[in-house]
């Protein structure tokens, strides 16, 4: 290959840059590499496309998967398909923010550090929190950089999670457990939610904090001003995880006494995308600033007192500390955490209330319809969100009744027999603000066909 | 230049010893030329008062905008008190190292001249950063 | 007018009664929260968000971007970033319905497009580097080097061996030693020799029963290639260790040389830097791990197979594996991109991309040599690694030498890392820049060494074109401001 449209070198310009550096082909300046490591051949990868036929390419994998244009959504289980304001696209497309890298030199990367300021806002405002970083990876890998946190600042290694908690996250937890010499104690449920008897067993004085997720896995909510009272009499650390969409309707961890709060910001206007990239947020009080990890934006002022924004409380970070920093995490989700400001800047006040209260407001609707057909039942007594688990009927095959949901435009709900034994044969609804009463409707009438 | 105060014991961490008058206590800080090798110093991490700590043990530190320095005790000893102004002025470590900038006691089990006896004088602090 | 006054928070445009969103009436029943959802978990004061409509909104956004700077804004030598162009293609890729709009636990049979992607993509990231197995999982760079690191980690013990201890050069990334402590190693970083590669006799005293792994990047920060890997290899091997090949710098060698070939036994790869994925303002990126068939059992789970008929399925049945590390198959929406990327190039592409930004690379530390001095001169592979250490002489320091340039409309590259060069600057031009750009950017750093001797001034104040000036890092870091709801 000699030519391509991303690539300029000219034969011209190789042989008068050749000239300069004295060597008589481009091939010279691979000398250094010894032959016993040079490769030689064509690397067995994926052949070059053209443009168009690179396009087509791409649409004909495209359209193997059943989108959720063309296929009506009730599940949920961490990622949910919600309305996504148009201007977000457009906003985002802007490739002075796409393009750029992390803000090193803040004079011209004032834009990136304001909308992150403003994105630490916005998620302090829903937490109730007083200090939120740049964002995360995602909730599940914040959930973990919590305990770890926990553990730092307690001095303790024992973290005590509710099953309650997403079973990814669980699993992503037990993994960076394992590096961190952390011992993870599970509680079990009762009605969908943490079983607070369980939990006040598990929690001692060798308890670094406690980790729940509220809506939890199952959707319920859980009674956490009653868990924080049990965490704190042990002066552990409560950390809840929350989807930060019900945070319109629901009162803010902040309030409640929470002393770190993660979370995932997909449903903040940031496409599926098979569950990522999403974003994780990460907030703490100010007694655990200084531990926090990841980037962090402050406001200062420039040598002519005009507002400005720089990276800050650096020295908690690797590339000062190296073996001694508070993570590894040298990254954030910028892009995906201005996809969440701007969803936050188009509802503002009343519409993040409205949106939430929509969510749960066809929820209950969905739940009485399903929960009114024959043999189908409720799972839990417990109040939900958005998300609710119901029981099939007896002896039913659940991979054959998702097909038939599937067959006839519906991605039907979660299989919660996949990562609870004891749950199988439930399925896990989740209904958004995207869901006519026309659709669930008709979903109620395909499982009723189905069934 | 940077200034060594005569007087004070100093470590080759560039950290200043005093014996306080009354005996058994010794109060830390770090040098002039350490505070002005971290620049804009931004946060001290303050020892824990009440811990015991070994001479040369890390006992806390200093963050400047661009990098961050542990901080050595010089003595063995136990914390007794550390300089909570430093929490709200951590600039004060810069401006005024040896006095205002001081940054914790420690009670020491030997007589302080011992404790400080190891330590280099302000003589050898100065040939040590030449 | 932007230039000169403070540009408002968007909380700050705020007034009562606007609104910016549509929402479909409640077709239900309405269902009053307190009616269903106990007192105390309910919110009693709504969330103060600003109240805008959505002119402000598109209005404040597209302020914010014309305060910011990006590869399509101009050069960004940011080394060690690879700061290449981010093809349009491959935004529109990603946006398609079938990968943007999929749930990641729709039936297996409804995402085929998606797993043959994903599979196709594993089958060549693993040619690429020379590994017999890859994950797509890891979020980043450092995510990557902790998984790897992980695996490296259950692969000794599961052979009943504790070792405890990562080797790093003092060149190495920050990254490497704090992902060895998350993964719960100790750190043994050992010097550099005299031409910046790894010193041999610090690598055999350093290496024994305890080393876990060697963290090597290669080329190195320096851009110069470790010429000794063999010997490298074979040393750590001989302790019993792994090696791990930090593929931040992997655009120099596409095609010519593959970490698999070189000894290494785990790779990461940044795909936000080779594979031109845009850097997003500091994310989402990928950070896909490959690893020889030894480590293949501790994949974290699952990884996309292929069954005899052609059909994907998610394997999961990974009894020895180390876990998940990301939830869901990772960052599907950049790997889409990453595999339209290597799509347009094909294997021959590639090597050709590794060869420009090699040549461009090398181009611009010959013309710059005789106004900064080399780090270590030689012949360099996609970045090089200048010292300002001479203009110290005139009161000038590197740091000015960065935000002089910004006047220039440059984003200055990389400085003081990596951290055993004095006053380091590190150039990384990329292959998708011309020679008329590079010599743009040379004359204008010529300049400013000249400018260093005659008018030091000019580079102590600068920059002097931006809509701010340098900006108070001690006070942002002593009473921090990290929210607009602070006093």
Redesign the interface.
């Known amino acids: 290959m000699k030519r391509h449209r991303y690539l300029p070198m000219t034969a011209q310009d190789e042989s008068d840059m050749l000239a300069v550096i004295g060597a008589s082909s481009t091939e010279d300046l691979f000398a250094d590499i010894p032959a016993s490591v040079r490769y030689s051949g064509e690397l067995p990868m994926s052949g070059a496309l053209d443009e168009a036929g690179l396009l087509r390419h791409l649409r004909a994998l495209s359209d193997r998967n059943a989108d959720a244009d063309r296929h009506v959504s009730f599940l949920g289980a961490g990622i949910y398909d919600h309305h996504i304001p148009v201007v977000i696209q457009h906003v985002i497309s802007r490739s002075e923010f796409y393009t750029a890298y992390t803000p090193y030199q803040p004079e011209i990367s004032q834009g990136e550090l304001q909308a992150i300021f403003e994105f630490q806002s916005y998620i302090c405002e829903l937490t109730g929190m007083k200090v939120a970083n740049a964002s995360m990876y995602d909730g599940a890998t914040a959930l973990a950089e919590a305990a770890a946190l926990a553990s730092g600042a307690t001095k303790r290694k024992r973290i005590v999670v509710s099953r309650a908690v997403h079973p990814e996250a669980r699993d992503i937890l037990r993994t960076s457990a394992r590096g961190q010499g952390l011992e993870i104690v599970e509680v079990g449920c009762a009605d969908g939610v943490t079983d607070l008897g369980a939990l006040a067993a598990a929690v001692d004085a060798e308890t670094a904090a406690v980790l729940v997720q509220t809506p939890n896995f199952f959707g319920c909510l859980e009674d956490i001003p009653a868990i924080e009272a049990l965490v704190h009499d042990r002066r552990g650390l409560l950390v809840t995880s929350v989807n930060p969409l019900s945070l319109g309707l629901l009162e803010s961890p902040g309030a409640l006494g929470a002393d770190i709060v993660v979370g995932d910001a997909q449903p903040l206007g940031i496409p599926m995308s098979l569950g990522g990239p999403t974003c994780g947020f990460f907030a703490v009080t100010e007694a655990l600033m200084r531990r926090m990890p990841g980037r962090i934006v402050g406001q200062t002022t420039d040598s002519e007192g005009r507002r400005g924004f720089v990276l800050t409380l650096q020295a908690r970070e690797q590339h000062i500390r190296r073996e001694k920093a508070t993570s590894n995490i040298c990254s954030n989700q910028a892009l995906l955490a201005l996809c969440a400001s701007v969803y936050l800047s188009v509802m503002g006040r009343a519409g993040i209330r409205e949106v939430a209260s929509l969510n749960l407001s066809k929820a209950r609707y969905a739940l009485g319809r399903l929960g009114a057909l024959p043999g189908v039942e409720i799972a839990f007594p417990s109040p939900i969100f958005n998300e609710f688990a119901v029981k099939l009927p007896a002896g039913t095959d659940v991979a054959a009744f998702q097909a038939k949901l599937l067959a006839a435009g519906y991605w039907g709900g979660y299989d919660l027999g996949r990562t609870y034994p004891e749950l199988s044969g439930h399925l896990l609804v989740a209904v958004t603000e995207r869901r006519t009463r026309e659709e669930i409707d008709g979903f109620v009438q395909a499982w009723e066909a189905s069934l | 230049m940077s200034e060594i105060r005569e007087g004070l014991r100093y470590s080759e961490e560039h950290e200043w010893a005093l014996a306080e008058a009354g005996g058994g206590i010794v109060r830390i800080g770090i040098t002039d030329h350490a505070q002005s090798q971290l620049g ?1 110093i ?2 001290v ?1 303050l020892p824990e008062v009440g811990a015991a700590v070994e001479a040369g043990a890390s006992v806390g ?1 200093i ?6 320095s542990e901080l050595y005790s010089p003595v063995a000893g136990k914390v007794v008190r550390v300089n909570e102004a430093l929490i709200e002025h ?2 004060r470590v810069n401006e005024s190292p040896y006095d205002e900038g001081w940054i914790a006691e420690l009670e020491v089990e030997v007589e302080t001249e011992e404790a400080l006896g190891r330590l280099l004088t302000a003589e050898q602090y100065r040939a040590h950063t030449a | 007018m932007s230039g000169h006054r403070d540009k408002a928070l968007i909380f700050e445009m705020s007034k009562p009664g606007r609104v910016a969103y549509s929402l479909p009436a409640c077709d239900v029943p309405e269902v009053e929260a307190s009616s269903v959802v106990p007192a105390r978990l309910l919110r009693t004061e709504p969330a103060a968000l600003p109240e805008v409509y959505e002119v402000d909104v598109i209005r404040h956004y597209t302020e914010l971007s014309r305060r910011n700077f990006g590869v399509d804004n101009g050069f960004y030598p940011l080394g060690s970033c690879t700061m290449k162009y981010n093809p349009k293609l491959n935004e529109d890729a990603a946006r398609l319905p079938g990968f943007a709009k999929i749930h990641p636990y729709q039936p297996e049979e409804s995402l085929q497009g998606a797993m043959e992607l994903l599979y196709t993509l594993q089958r060549d990231l693993a040619a690429l580097t020379g590994m017999d197995e890859v994950t797509l999982q890891p979020a980043a760079g450092a995510h990557g080097e902790w998984t790897g690191l992980m695996l490296i980690r259950a692969y000794h013990e599961s052979r009943g061996e504790t070792r405890t201890k990562v080797i790093v050069p003092d060149s190495s990334h920050g990254t490497n030693p704090s992902s060895a402590t998350a993964a719960g190693f100790e750190t043994i970083t050992i010097p550099s020799d005299a031409s910046g590669l790894v010193d041999l006799d610090a690598l055999r005293a350093a290496a024994g029963a305890d080393t876990a792994a060697l963290m090597l990047t290669n080329p190195n920060t320096l851009g110069r290639f470790e010429s000794q890997i063999a010997e490298i290899a074979r040393i750590v091997h001989e302790a019993g260790g792994l090696l791990y090949y930090d593929g931040a710098n992997s655009n120099a060698i596409m095609g010519i040389a593959r970490p698999g070939d070189m000894g290494f036994d785990v790779v990461h790869l940044n795909l936000h830097k080779t594979m031109s994925t845009p850097h997003g303002g500091g994310g989402p990126g990928a950070g896909p791990v490959g690893v020889k068939a030894r480590l293949a059992p501790f994949l974290p789970k699952p990884v996309v197979g292929r069954r005899g008929d052609g059909t994907y399925y998610w394997d999961e049945d990974r009894p020895r594996s180390i876990g998940r590390v990301k939830p869901y198959y990772g960052n599907f929406g950049i790997l889409v991109r990453a595999y339209a990327y290597i799509r347009s190039y094909g294997p021959a592409g590639l090597r050709r991309v590794s060869e420009c930004a090699v040549l461009n690379a090398n181009y611009m530390m010959h013309r710059l040599a005789p106004y900064y001095e080399v780090a270590y001169p030689g012949v360099c592979k996609h970045e090089f690694v200048l010292s300002g250490k001479r203009l110290r002489a005139f009161g000038v320091r590197t740091l000015d030498v960065a935000k002089r340039l910004l006047d220039f409309g440059y984003h200055p590259p990389t400085v003081y890392f990596p951290l055993n060069v004095e006053e380091c600057i590190m150039i990384e031009p990329t292959e998708t820049e011309s020679k008329e750009t590079l010599d743009g950017f040379i004359d204008v750093m010529i300049r400013i060494a000249r400018e260093a001797e005659e008018e030091p001034d000019l580079l102590l104040q600068a920059p002097h074109t931006t809509i701010v000036k340098r900006l108070d890092e001690a006070t942002a870091a002593r009473r921090p401001v990290l929210n607009c709801h602070c006093e």
Do not use: G, I, L
């Not at chain 2, 963050?63 to 961050?68: I, L």
């Open positions: 804009d931004v946060f991490e530190a963050e400047s905008v661009k990098t961050v951590p600039e």
